[in-house]
């Protein structure tokens, strides 16, 4: 539902085709994905970009940006912007297993945050939100991939479900919004993804296999190999979300992801295969057939037909070749 069509916004170009210059409020700048969402924005000579980040001391790394300090709890202090992309709270394993409250309030607290920041602007912006596909919980062996229409849900009785369950509150709250006007809210579900900003010192599977491969030490399988992911490359992310800006109201939630499925056992054992091919180091790789309260669903794997059809895009670099991107220039950055 879009409510906001009196502000005027038009959707009939590209970004890069605009002669005005357009303003984007980037909430969480630092991570992987605001990262790769920089790089995206300096395609673009018309953009004006604004960082968020909950430390000044962290302001010499947005050469390009401005920066603003924000901690959550507080609007946003800065001037209007035609755009918010929320991407600031934690997907982080460890957390949602210690703290399962505080990762629902930071979900929650951040977008009642963007819609106060909002409704001081007086503008509607829009705003695409970064959920995830973890709000759907355990979803059905019979489904090889997730729809974009499911409405299957994380069980209310299981801590595990406060990362999932945060984010779908934080997408009720951005709906309520955008149906009172105050914003044009998009809702973006992601899933995994690859590239040389992937950390390799969290819960990234890929990302640890990569360190492993670097140090040439063997790739380590916690678990026993089965778990069957996906991988969209960091540059098909940076490129769905910022097309997501420039299209009409969204019918639908976007799914942003790969269809392409993997299990661990085969991602390590392409890691191993292509560090070897292009770095001449060979390495193992050892299952433990451990588990832990850190895991994740057996399978995570997105149907992204709608999204595609509606952006008009699609996957253009494989996980080989991504990997290959990550083993010749992955920097290790832990943010």
């Given at each position: 539902m879009?409510?906001?069509g009196?502000?005027?916004?038009?959707?009939?170009?590209?970004?890069?085709e605009?002669?005005a210059?357009?303003?984007i409020?980037?909430l969480?700048?630092?991570?992987f994905?605001?990262?790769?969402l920089?790089d995206?924005?300096?395609r673009?000579?018309?953009?004006?970009?604004?960082v968020?980040s909950?430390s000044?001391?962290?302001?010499?790394q947005?050469?390009?940006e401005?920066?603003?300090c924000?901690?959550?709890?507080?609007?946003?202090?800065c001037?209007?912007?035609?755009?918010?992309i929320?991407?600031?709270?934690p997907?982080s394993?460890?957390?949602?297993?210690s703290?399962p409250?505080?990762m629902?309030r930071?979900?929650?607290?951040?977008m009642?945050?963007?819609i106060?920041?909002?409704?001081?602007w007086g503008n509607c912006?829009?705003v695409v939100?970064?959920s995830?596909?973890a709000v759907?919980?355990v979803t059905?062996?019979?489904q090889?991939?997730?729809?974009?229409?499911?409405?299957?849900?994380?069980?209310?009785?299981?801590?595990?479900?406060?990362?999932g369950?945060?984010?779908r509150?934080a997408?009720?709250i951005l709906?309520i919004?955008t149906?009172?006007g105050?914003?044009?809210g998009v809702?973006?579900?992601?899933?995994?993804?690859?590239?040389?900003?992937?950390?390799m010192?969290r819960?990234?599977a890929?990302?640890?296999?990569?360190?492993?491969?670097?140090?040439?030490?063997?790739?380590?399988?916690r678990?026993?190999?089965?778990?069957?992911r996906?991988?969209?490359d960091?540059?098909?992310l940076?490129?769905?979300?910022?097309?997501?800006l420039?299209?009409g109201?969204a019918?639908?939630?976007?799914?942003?992801g790969?269809?392409?499925p993997?299990s661990?056992r085969?991602?390590?054992?392409?890691v191993s295969?292509?560090a070897?091919?292009?770095?001449?180091?060979?390495?193992?790789?050892?299952?433990?057939?451990?588990?832990?309260?850190?895991d994740?669903?057996?399978?995570?794997?997105p149907?992204?037909?709608m999204t595609r059809?509606?952006?008009?895009?699609s996957?253009?670099?494989?996980l080989s070749?991504?990997?290959d991107?990550?083993?010749?220039?992955?920097?290790?950055?832990p943010?």
């Open positions: 879009d409510n906001c009196s502000v005027g916004r038009q959707f009939s170009s590209y970004l890069g605009r002669t210059v357009s303003r409020l980037l969480g700048g630092s991570g994905v605001g990262r790769t920089r995206e924005f300096r673009y000579s018309n953009l004006e970009v604004v968020t909950t000044p001391k962290i302001q010499s947005f050469d390009h401005s920066h603003v924000w901690q959550i709890g507080t609007p946003v202090d001037g209007p912007c035609d755009y918010i929320h991407a600031a709270t997907a394993a460890q957390l949602n297993a703290e409250e505080t629902i930071l979900n929650t607290q951040s009642f945050d963007v106060d920041t909002a409704r001081r912006p829009r939100f970064l995830s596909g759907y919980g059905s062996e019979s090889s991939l997730v729809p974009e229409d499911w409405t299957g849900a994380c069980s209310t009785l299981s801590s595990k479900s406060a990362y369950e945060g984010k509150a997408e009720v709906s919004a149906e009172h105050l914003v044009d809702v973006a579900r992601l899933f995994a993804f690859s590239g040389k900003y992937l950390p010192d819960h990234f890929l990302g640890n296999f990569v360190r492993d491969a670097l140090s040439g030490t063997e790739i380590v399988i678990g026993d190999g089965q778990t069957i996906s991988y969209l960091q540059v098909d940076a490129r769905w979300i910022t097309r997501m420039e299209v109201p019918e639908h939630v976007y799914h942003v790969s269809e392409i993997i661990m085969d991602l390590a054992n392409l295969n292509r070897y091919a292009l770095l001449g180091r060979k390495t193992n790789v050892r299952l433990l057939n451990q588990k832990s309260n850190l994740g669903i057996l399978r995570y794997v149907s992204t037909k059809e509606a952006l008009g895009l996957e253009t670099i494989s070749d991504s990997i991107q990550m083993l010749l220039g992955a920097d290790g950055d943010h």
